[in-house]
Each structure stands twice: as C-alpha cells, then as structure tokens.
C-alpha cells in the first residue's frame, strides 16, 4: 500500500475546498501523493485520484480529511466513489485536445514535446497551412481565423515580431485560462513557440491578470524550467530557432483584456484603448508585426500539430471547426470545464453536463460569452453551440463562459449590472461609453424604484444604439447585448 | 509594513518591458501601497513626468495609494457569483465588518473584485489573499474570525 500514488489537485479551486489538508492527510497515511492540475470537474474538488489493488484508476469527489481513513478502508465501495476513471460520464463524454493532459501528472512535470519537435524543420509557411486547414479560431472572444493573424505577421516585414498571449481571463464565468496556466502551463509554452516559428516571431509575453496569483506562480516555474531545458532562448531543442518568452503581470483592469489595451499596458502605460486600424499583426506591441491570441488558441496550436490540421477540423461544425473548452459556472450543479466538439446544445451542456441549477429550482436564464454576452432564455437551449447558430440568435460563444442563473434572477437588476460593469471598467477614452454606462445604470435605477415606464426603456435603447454605433471598442460596443437580451426576453421584469 | 526601497526597485526595472508599470507594482506588492513621494521617485527614475506616473497609478485598481488595512477582504461582484447569492453575502459582509464596498477602516477594507475564476463554486472572496468558495455556506463569524487573527493587532 505504501507505494500507492494519489492524484490530488493543487489549482486554487481545488486548495479553496481543502485540497492541502486532504493531500497532508493521504501523505500522513503513507501514500505516495502527487499534486496534480484539474480535471475541471471543479464541482468535484477535492477530486482524489487513485489506483486501486485490482488495478483500476477509481475518482473520489469533494474528499475531506475525515473521509480519507474510510476511502482508504473501503476503496471503492466509499459513498464518494464515482468509479473508475475512465468510466466517469462526466470526463468520458469530452473530447480534449487541449485540456488532454490537464489534471493527469504535476504541471512541472517535463512532457513529451512531439508536436514542436516535429515543426523545428518544417518551413514556416507551412506550419501556417496546417492552421489554416485546421480552421482554428480565436478562443479569446471574437473567433478570428488564426490563420489570418500568423500569415499577417510573416508577411509584414519588420526587424522585430512579437507573440502576445492574452491571459487577462477577466470573464465572468470563465477559468480556461487559469486551469490552463495552473496545469499544464508548458502546452501554452509549445504552442506559443511552434507559432513563433511560423511567424518569425523571436520574442513572447504572456500578459497575465493579477488575481491568478497561483496561475503566476505555475507558469513562472514553468518558464524557468522551459530555459533550463533548451525549450526556450537560443537555439530551441538543438535547433536554429531562438524564441524568449516572460512572463507579464496586469495591475487589474478588465479593459487590458482588449488586445490593444493590453499592448498600451505591456508597453507600461494606462491602458487606454487604441483606434483599429492598424491591427495588431500590423502594428502591434512597440508598433511591431505582432500576434494576439487568447490562452486557448496557442494551446490548441501542439494538438493541431500532432494530430493534423484535416482531423483536427473534422471535429464540431464548420465553420466552427475543433474543439472548444466550455465553462460553466454559476447556479449550476456541476459546474467546470468541460472540452467538447462545437455543435453541442446548450441544454447537453447546462442540463446534462451540469446537472440543471445547484439550488433545485427552475434555470430561467444563461448567460453566454462573459459580461458583454445575451441573456437567453429557456427556449433558447437547444441551439447548437456554433459561432454561425449563436450569432444568429444574436449571441456570441466569446471565451466559452456559461453562466447559469434560476428563477430567482432579476433581469432588470442584470440589466442595471452590465451598465454598471461598463462604467466600471471603462477606459473613458470615448463619450458613448464613458457616459453612456452612466446614464444607461441611472435609467435602469430608476426603473428598479419603480419610478420608470415605456419612456425610460425607450431611453435606454437609444442609449444603446448610440453605445454600439459609436464606442471606440467592443466594451461600449457590447454593454447593450446583455441589456438588450435581457429586455427583449424577460420584459416582464422591467415592468414594475 | 515596512518602508521599501522604492530607488533601487524603480531602477531595476528600468529598461525593460512595461518597467513604470511593474515598478509600481511592485512597490505596492512589497508596502502595500504607493504615495505620492514613491510616485515621485518612479517618475525620476524613468525620467517622465509626474502626471504621466499618476495617470497610470489611477487607472490600475491593483495600484493603491493609502496603506491597506489589516484584514483585505475581496468578494467577487460578477456574474457567476451573484447567480448563486453573492449579492446576499456582500451585504452580510458589510454588515459585520460596518464598512461598505470599496471603503475600508482600521480594522479592515471590502473590495469589489470582478471575477476570481471560482464562478463555479461561488460566491467566491479572498481574505488577505487566501480564496474562499461557497461563501453562502460558510459560517461567515467564523470565517472572518479564523483570518482576522493573521491580520488584525
Ligand atoms: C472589453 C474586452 C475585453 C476582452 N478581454 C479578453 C480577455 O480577457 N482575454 C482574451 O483572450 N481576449 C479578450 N478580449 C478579446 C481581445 O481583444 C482579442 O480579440 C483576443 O485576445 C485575440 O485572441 P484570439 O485570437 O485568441 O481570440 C477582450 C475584448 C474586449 C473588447
Ligand atoms: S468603448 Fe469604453 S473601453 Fe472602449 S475605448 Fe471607448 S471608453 Fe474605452
Ligand atoms: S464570477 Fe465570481 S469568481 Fe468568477
């Protein structure tokens, strides 16, 4: 018994509910325990990891110290026992091309490096084919081809090229990103090399938002580790290819997640948002050829390779093509990360995947794609979760945030939130936004007292109008999705 | 917390990447905060003005410019966590410690914190740094309690 090795998860949603206590309790009964990222079944955390003796990889949800003695006792037959590994609906049912290592070893651990081995002799524009056939799309929010990024930045000619990694994962609803970084940061460090090499990019960032403190000191581990090994600098695994990657920490801004907001704060100034055009992969960091790109999509980038561009995209629905890492979080039961191919509804998501609400009563709302996302109702949950199905219903997927609310939920109150989000974060450089959040959260007070009929309302949908036609960026441009989502489905909340 | 060398942090970050920003990030990550005087000594060091410096230190939420107080308290506002009874907990929050968001005393400072990544096992805060979960099920004394020790006299 005394060589046994137990898996227990160390990102912080895992050490939130007690993961420390529960591995010092494994480690007290003499187990060999290995501290591991997250499956993302954060429903189940702690979630213990085990062989037992007949061989088979059984899971074991929400362990706590006391439990430990009695699941050592009785293996399997334990109350929290939710079977072998591999038979777990939950995990079973996804599909991870991303996430496929996440959760299964410690994020130091050094692995396989296959799929960059297999692009240092290949000629860059080639690389790019590949992404091009996978028909990989940004997972930051916006869905842009890939493709159209990297070729950007090869062709444009330039002393200096630049990666940036958006990891300001400011989305409410959404920890892809951190579950990511926390365990298993090095496929963010392939990826990201792989397409320095196809862009001729020599130099990195990974701009990183300061409430992941864990993720930051994972990731700085990583990269440390990543030079030791001859994975990063000069002259990448024996190779010709030289790529530095650091590690950049935000100061707390929602707005620095908009890619030129983020190079404003990278270059170490208020990040203030800059007109487009010049996009980035013309202009970007120091006025430099430079791609932007979420988490996701540069950790997408290893399995593409490794598997190929044409299977790759025979995954979901194209044009939504691949995989994509879904959160969902909120009122829910089982809440986490859940990795599957585009096409699936939102109902196989909220109720099956999830259980329906964590409270017991009626889902009356979803909200999709993070702060800036619609509000749908129920009759909206058997659409397929594709970019082209979404827009149509006048919704956007963004980073993959699925927030569930019950029937306890105020629209008119969310209504009021988004306005206030807005003015929160804005970054106050145009009038539409920077005022217009004001107003659009007196109004919706207002209606909130009681004070408020078909004038105000007819007020706030100016107010949007004009925020979406004339914002200078999508904070002011988006703020009337959810405002309007909310109105147009649940009106009878704003009559009061 | 004690006074840092707040010179020789600015000039080591001088000449690098984003440097006015991590310097004063990082003068706040070792005090706490950054006063008008740091501030001073930053926009030295870089060798821009004063005004340029302030701009940035007021737009960072992370930038603080009063010393905190011994017991941080941080609840997550968004989403995700008010579909679950965030907005409940804030105000049980605010009753216990006698402060509003975004206020602070002696004893303790409330902040609002758009999203910490928990959204699936919320309502979610932080005290002093430390993640809390399932805040509507947490024994709310206790919990304050419990980390008022780390930090409070
Ligand atoms: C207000 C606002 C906030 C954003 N926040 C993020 C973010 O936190 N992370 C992210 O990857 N993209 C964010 N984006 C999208 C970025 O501007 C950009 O499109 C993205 O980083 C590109 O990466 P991708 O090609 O992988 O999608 C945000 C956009 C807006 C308008
Ligand atoms: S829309 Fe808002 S966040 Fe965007 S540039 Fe204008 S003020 Fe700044
Ligand atoms: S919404 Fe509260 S932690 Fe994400």
């Known amino acids: 018994m005394a060589s046994t090795r137990v898996h227990i998860p160390q990102d912080v949603a895992a050490v939130a509910s007690g993961a420390d206590a529960v591995a010092e309790a494994f480690a007290a009964a003499g187990l060999d325990v290995v501290r591991t990222g997250s499956r993302g079944g954060c429903w189940a955390e702690p979630m213990v990891e085990m062989a037992e003796d007949s061989g088979t990889r059984s899971v074991w949800r929400n362990v706590t110290t006391d439990d430990v003695p009695e699941i050592l006792k009785r293996g399997s037959a334990h109350p929290k026992c939710l079977g072998a590994l591999d038979a777990i609906d939950w995990l079973a049912g996804q599909h991870r091309v991303v996430f496929d290592r996440c959760g299964t070893d410690h994020p130091l651990a050094l692995p396989p490096t296959v799929a960059l081995e297999s692009c240092l002799d290949v000629a860059p524009t080639a690389l790019i084919d590949e992404i091009e056939t996978s028909g990989l799309r940004g997972r930051g929010g916006a869905g842009f081809p890939a493709h159209i990024k990297w070729r950007t930045v090869r062709d444009t000619p330039a002393e200096q090229k630049y990666l940036v990694c958006n990891a300001d994962e400011g989305d409410s609803g959404t920890f892809a990103d951190r579950l990511l970084l926390e365990g298993d940061p090095f496929r963010l460090i392939e990826g990201m090399t792989i397409a320095a090499i196809a862009t001729g990019a020599s130099r990195g960032f990974v701009y990183l938002r300061s409430e992941y403190p864990d993720a930051e000191r994972t990731f700085a581990a990583a990269l440390k580790r990543a030079y030791e090994q001859g994975l990063l600098g000069k002259g990448i695994l024996g190779s010709a290819h030289t790529f530095d990657l650091e590690l950049f920490v935000g100061a707390g801004a929602y707005i620095c997640g908009e890619e030129t907001s983020l190079l404003e704060s990278l270059e170490g100034r208020r990040g203030e948002i800059r007109a487009k055009p010049p996009v980035p992969a013309i202009a970007g960091l120091f006025g430099q050829p430079t791609v932007v790109h979420n988490v996701i999509s540069y950790a997408a980038v290893p399995g593409i390779m490794q598997g190929g561009g044409d299977a790759y995209a025979e995954l979901g629905v194209a044009p939504s093509t691949g995989t994509m890492a879904f959160q969902l979080a909120g009122n829910v039961l089982r809440g986490g990360l859940i990795e599957v191919p585009f096409g699936i509804t939102l109902a196989e998501i909220v109720e099956g995947y999830g259980g329906g609400t964590r409270s017991g009563r009626p889902l009356r709302t979803v909200q999709i794609g993070g702060p800036l996302g619609a509000y749908l109702g129920r009759e909206d949950l058997d659409t397929p979760l594709t970019y082209e199905a979404m827009a149509n219903i006048g919704a956007g997927i963004g980073h993959g945030g699925i927030v569930v609310f019950d029937d306890t939920v105020d629209l008119a109150e969310q209504a009021h939130y988004a306005f206030k989000f807005c003015e929160v974060e804005s970054c106050g450089k145009c009038t539409p936004c920077r005022l217009g959040s004001v107003r659009g959260k007196e109004t919706m007070q207002t209606i909130l007292d009681g004070r408020g009929g078909a004038r105000e309302l007819t007020m706030i949908r100016d107010l949007c109008e004009v925020m979406e036609s004339a914002s200078l960026c999508q904070m002011g441009g988006m703020t009337p999705i959810p405002v309007l989502s909310a109105m147009e489905r649940f009106p009878e909340d704003f009559k009061r | ?153």
């Not at chain 2, 905060?33 to 821009?48: G, K, L, M, P, T």
């Not at chain 2, 999203?115 to 304050?144: I, Y």
């Open chain 2, 1 to 153: 917390m004690v006074k840092r060398d707040v010179p020789a942090i600015a000039a080591r970050h001088l000449g690098r990447v984003g440097g006015v920003l991590q310097a004063l990030r990082e003068v706040v990550l070792e005090q706490g905060f950054v006063s008008e005087d740091d501030q001073r000594v930053v926009a030295d060091v870089f060798n821009i003005s004063r005004a340029d410096v302030r701009g940035i230190v007021s737009f960072y939420e992370d930038l603080k410019t009063q010393p905190p107080a011994p017991l941080r308290v941080r609840i997550c506002q968004a989403e995700a966590c008010q579909a679950v009874g965030g907005r409940r907990f804030t105000r049980a929050v605010e009753e216990r410690l006698g402060i509003p968001v975004g206020e602070q005393n002696e004893r303790a400072s409330i902040e609002a914190v758009y999203c910490l990544g928990l959204c699936a096992q919320g309502p979610a805060f932080t005290v002093n740094e430390r993640p809390f979960t399932h805040a509507d099920k947490l024994d709310l004394d206790s919990a304050l309690d419990l980390l008022g020790e780390a930090g409070s006299p």
